[in-house]
C-alpha cells in the first residue's frame, strides 16, 4: 500500500473515476454477455451464497441471483451500485447491495459458497490485498471464479496505449490486465486455490459502425479513459491522445471500414477454495 497518499484518498480518486462517464451504457451496449458466462462457469445455483466484487451495475450479480443464489453485490462505487439496483428492481430480481473496497472487505472468514468477479476486483490496486481478501471470505471447499481482461488481449494493450498519457499509477499498485495472467494468478493464489477451469475466450462487439466509434465511445463513458484524457489536457497533449486512440482503434478493428468488429480476449479463471 502506498507510504505516501492515503489509502482513502486514493479510493476516493478511483470512486470518483468509476463514477464518471456513464458505465452502465457501457454494459448495455457490448458486455453483458460477460456477466452469465461467469455465473455459469462458477456453477451458481439455488441457495448458495455468493459474493460478486466490484460488481458495478450487477453484471454478475443478477444473473446469478436469478438462479435463486442469495447474492450480494459489492463495489467501491455507490453510483453504480444504485444503477445496479435499479436494475435489478425492474427485473424483479432481489439481492443486496454493499459499499466496499475489494481490499478490505467488510465480511466474515469463510463466509460465502462463491466469491466471484467480473473484470471488477482487477481494477484495485494492490492484487495480493484482493487475493487475500477473496481467499479469506471464502469457506473452505467454495469457488472463487474471476473472469479478467488479459495483458496480451485489446484492453491490455488499451491500458499500454493509454498509460503514456495516464496519471502516475499509486506506488505498489500492479496494472490491472496482469489479472488476466495465468502466472499472475498462480502467484497471487498460491496452493490457496485449485483452478479447474483456466479459459481464454473472446468477447466479440460488432456495436460500432466506424473503428473510431470505440474510441469515442471509451472517450465518453469509460472512467479510467476519461481520466487519462483529462491528465493529457493538462499536459498539454490532448490531440496526441486523440490520435493514439483512434489508430488503437484502426489497428484492432477486424472488421471493415464501415462495419468495425473487436475481439477482446479475456481469461475465465474458477477454482476450489483449499
Ligand atoms: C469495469 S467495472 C466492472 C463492473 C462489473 N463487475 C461488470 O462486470 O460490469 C470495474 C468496477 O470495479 C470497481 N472498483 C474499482 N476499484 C475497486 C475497489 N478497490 N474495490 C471495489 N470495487 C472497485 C468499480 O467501481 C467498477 O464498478
Known amino acids: ?3 505516501t497518499t492515503p489509502d482513502s484518498e486514493l479510493k476516493a480518486r478511483h470512486r470518483k473515476m468509476w463514477a464518471s462517464g456513464d458505465y452502465p451504457s457501457m454494459v448495455e451496449t457490448f458486455l453483458l454477455p460477460l456477466g452469465p458466462r461467469l455465473v455459469g462457469a462458477c456453477g451458481i445455483g439455488p441457495g448458495m451464497s455468493v459474493l460478486d466484487v466490484a460488481a458495478g451495475t450487477g453484471n454478475a450479480s443478477i444473473p446469478a441471483a436469478q438462479t435463486g443464489a442469495n447474492v450480494t453485490a459489492s463495489d467501491l462505487t455507490p453510483e453504480l451500485l444504485e444503477a445496479g439496483r435499479r436494475r435489478a428492481e425492474s ?15 467488510p465480511f466474515e472468514d469463510e463466509s460465502y459458497d462463491v466469491v466471484m468477479s467480473s473484470i471488477g476486483a482487477m481494477f484495485a490496486p494492490h492484487h495480493q490485498d484482493v487475493a487475500d481478501e477473496m481467499v479469506r471470505v471464502t469457506r473452505p471447499g467454495g469457488t ?3 473472469l479478467c481482461w488479459t495483458p496480451e488481449g485489446m484492453i491490455g494493450a488499451l491500458f499500454k496505449t493509454m498509460g503514456p498519457f495516464a496519471p502516475p499509477p499509486p506506488p505498489g499498485a500492479q496494472p ?3 489479472w488476466g495472467s495465468e502466472d ?5 493464489f498460491g496452493d490457496r486455490v485449485d483452478f479447474r477451469t483456466l479459459e481464454r475466450e473472446d468477447l466479440d462487439i460488432t456495436a460500432f459502425e466506424h473503428p473510431r466509434d ?3 465511445h471509451f472517450r465518453t463513458k469509460y472512467g479510467p479513459t476519461i481520466a487519462a484524457e483529462g491528465n493529457a489536457r493538462r499536459n498539454g ?5 486523440e490520435e493514439a486512440v483512434n489508430s488503437f482503434c484502426e489497428e484492432w478493428n477486424r ?9 477482446q480476449e479475456y481469461l475465465v479463471a474458477v477454482g476450489t477454495r483449499a
Not at 237 to 241: K, R, T
Open 184 to 188: 499472475h494468478l498462480a502467484k497471487l
Open 144 to 146: 472463487i471464479g474471476m
Open 1 to 3: 500500500m502506498s507510504s
Open 91 to 105: 427485473q424483479g430480481v432481489d439481492l443486496t447491495w454493499v459499499e466496499a473496497d475489494a481490499e478490505h472487505l
Open 237 to 241: 497533449q490532448e490531440s496526441e491522445f
Open 176 to 178: 490491472p490486465p496482469l
Open 255 to 263: 472488421g471493415t471500414a464501415e462495419q468495425a468488429r473487436f475481439e
Open 214 to 216: 470505440y474510441g469515442e
